[in-house]
């Protein structure tokens, strides 16, 4: 019988970490302080935006439609933005910290004024991080936080929609909605119809993406995921740009070095860190949950 205590979990975001940089994925998601035992994190402005918007949308599902926008979302998003507020968001200072404050109300504003799914029914699951078993003999677990999950009753389906964050439009994954796909249709009973992306700082309604082959999906994501627990047995986790290291792995790199500074300890006890940052280094994607 297998353990999931012992398996491998896979997830979108170690996924995508792993196919941009196995050493940033080894950083990231296995890596621990022997100081600490913890895990370690490194904070940034876009990320902390990212984070609030996607708490404050979450933070809705969880309600009948009729009753989600009783309290403003700024009200929401002001005691969201208490955890993140300061260093502990990765910002440097006042100003920029209210810069991206304000990119966070624009966001949620446009989904005051332009409601669509989020008035509609929403399927909520009773795990807060919903996983299957993507491979009972390769011992591999596939989980992952949708963020919204619409409920289509004329056709009692679901939509799964993913809110962006991020100034680009087009630097979404190929393998995430994929992911998501496989993920509801085996962690609940009805069937997926319609997958989209919303873009929070540029469209009014989510924007339809194509329907993958489910079973296509699944076999693209335990192939990665394979290679991903090779990788994990032969502990070999490169960067493909060699030993100068690359975006993703070097400022996990100087966190290690000592590089960086050390805000505390998030609410699953990774140690949280940040860097001194220019400006238009901060323009990266939100964080995807």
Not at 91 to 100: L, R, V, W
Request: glycine share 4%; net charge negative.
């Amino acid at each position: 019988m297998n353990d999931k205590y012992t398996a491998v979990w896979v997830s979108h975001t170690s996924i995508s970490d792993f196919l941009e940089c196995p050493r940033a994925y080894y950083l990231k998601h296995i890596y621990k302080d022997p100081k600490t035992g913890h895990k370690i994190k490194l904070m940034t402005p876009a990320l902390a935006l990212g984070s609030a918007v996607h708490d404050v949308l979450e933070s809705l599902s969880v309600l009948p439609a009729s009753e989600r926008f009783v309290v403003p979302l700024p009200q929401r998003l002001n005691e969201i933005w208490k955890k993140i507020s300061g260093k502990r968001g990765g910002f440097i200072n006042e100003d920029t910290e209210h810069k991206y404050k304000e990119e966070a109300r624009e966001m949620l504003a446009r989904v005051w004024r332009h409601p669509g799914i989020i008035n509609s029914p929403a399927l909520k699951l009773k795990k807060d991080l919903p996983y299957i078993w993507l491979s009972e003999e390769d011992n591999i677990i596939l989980c992952g936080k949708i963020d919204w999950m619409e409920y289509l009753a004329s056709t009692d389906s679901v939509h799964i929609v993913d809110f962006k964050t991020g100034k680009s439009k087009d630097s979404q994954s190929t393998l995430q909605l994929p992911i998501y796909y496989v993920l509801v249709s085996e962690v609940q009973k009805r069937p997926v119809t319609k997958v989209s992306y919303w873009h929070l700082r540029h469209d009014d309604i989510p924007e339809e993406q194509v329907l993958p082959d489910l079973q296509q999906a699944r076999d693209q994501v335990l192939e990665i995921a394979k290679k991903m627990k090779l990788a994990r047995q032969l502990k070999r986790f490169k960067c493909p740009s060699g030993d100068g290291g690359c975006r993703s792995c070097l400022p996990f790199e100087k966190i290690i070095a000592g590089d960086a500074e050390f805000v505390g300890e998030d609410e699953f006890k990774y140690d949280t860190y940040i860097l001194q940052r220019k400006e238009e280094d901060d323009d990266e994607d939100g964080i995807i949950l």
